[in-house]
């Protein structure tokens, strides 16, 4: 690709699980990180402004820089150069899928200059959904970002069967995802401590088998909370109860428990967003006052981002 090829990108933050739907149920945010990326002669300059600058490696190994290269690889093109400004704005290690964002980011910046320099290289969100799943190993926040609105997300095996029967075990994983719309009187309301919470020690708090009975109540309240999220808010509250992750995180998550019970207890649909420690709460109308007092005072900043439409690319 020749130099001076550029794009804009702004990809919104997101939250999954949703309470019941581990790993399947995801939604858009409206805050957003931008990455502005050009192709030059050689090289490669990266600046990080905002959320995570001190805290992310200034060079190839970022993962905006990985997506953009896996982005262009994947429509078949490569650049000798590239200028990477990146300007976060989606708080880290929160539970609000920066991680997420970055590679769909890339990834949709990647796919910007591909199609910038031959519009028949762009290739379709369900290829982007497949990517950013690789990055993410679920694409429940990453289809969020990609697709907007609220999302159902599913992972399927493309197993080669021997003559025996017996599915090899090694094999690729397929990620796929569905957007939905959600219903217009959603007002999500993000509670968000100043700690910081590692996905990766949050999941290993998790059992590797659950009561039948805890499974069982989880699948129906995820069924649940589609029909609550698109067409019966006032579902809300039983369809984002959850037997199968939050309870075995909470002693890792005080503060985040602590505002999960006080909100359900005043009848307001909250869950953890993702591997915490953010609140996420859905309400109908304007979140109590009180309570936003109450949140800031225990260290907590209180927005209200809206749900977010998919990546946008310029």
């Known amino acids: 690709m020749p130099a001076g090829i550029s794009v804009t990108v702004r990809v919104p933050a997101s939250s999954a699980n949703l309470g ?10 409206g805050l957003y990180d931008e990455i502005v990326v050009s192709t030059t002669d050689s090289g490669l300059t990266i600046r990080v402004e905002g959320e995570g600058a001190d805290d992310v490696p200034w060079g190839p190994s970022h993962l905006v820089v990985r997506a953009i290269e896996r982005g ?3 429509a078949g093109v490569w650049a ?38 031959d519009a028949a290289l762009a290739y379709g969100d369900d290829v982007l959904v497949q990517l950013a799943g690789e990055f993410e190993g679920h694409p429940d926040n990453s289809s969020a970002s990609i697709l907007g609105g609220f999302v159902v997300c599913w992972t399927e095996t493309d197993r080669s069967v021997d003559e025996n029967g017996s599915a090899d075990a090694h094999h690729a994983r397929i990620y796929r995802a569905a ?12 509670l968000i401590p100043e700690e910081r919470s590692a996905t990766a020690h949050t999941r290993g ?30 579902l809300l509250l039983p369809a984002t109860a959850d037997r199968l992750h939050q309870g075995y995180r909470a002693s890792a998550l005080p503060l985040t428990t602590k505002w ?10 909250a869950t953890v967003s993702g591997a915490g420690p953010t609140v996420l709460a859905f309400t109908t109308s304007e979140f109590p006052e009180e309570l936003r007092e109450l949140a800031i005072a225990d260290g907590m900043r209180v927005l209200e981002p809206g749900i977010a439409g998919g990546v946008l690319v310029d």
């Open 20 to 29: 019941p739907g581990f790993d399947s149920l995801g939604i858009a945010l």
């Open 72 to 74: 262009l690889q994947a």
């Open 80 to 117: 000798d150069g590239l200028d990477v400004v990146c300007r976060n704005v989606i708080p880290h290690s929160r539970g609000m899928g920066s991680s997420a964002s970055a590679a769909v980011g890339g990834l949709a910046a990647g796919r910007g200059l591909a199609a910038k320099f």
């Open 179 to 190: 957007r939905l719309e959600p219903h217009p009187s959603l007002r999500p309301v993000v």
């Open 205 to 234: 708090l998790l059992p590797e088998t659950v009561p039948h009975v805890d499974a069982a109540f989880n699948a129906s309240r995820a069924a649940l909370a589609v029909v609550a999220l698109t067409q019966r808010p006032d």
């Open 260 to 269: 999960v019970e006080r909100l359900r207890a005043a009848g307001i649909a």
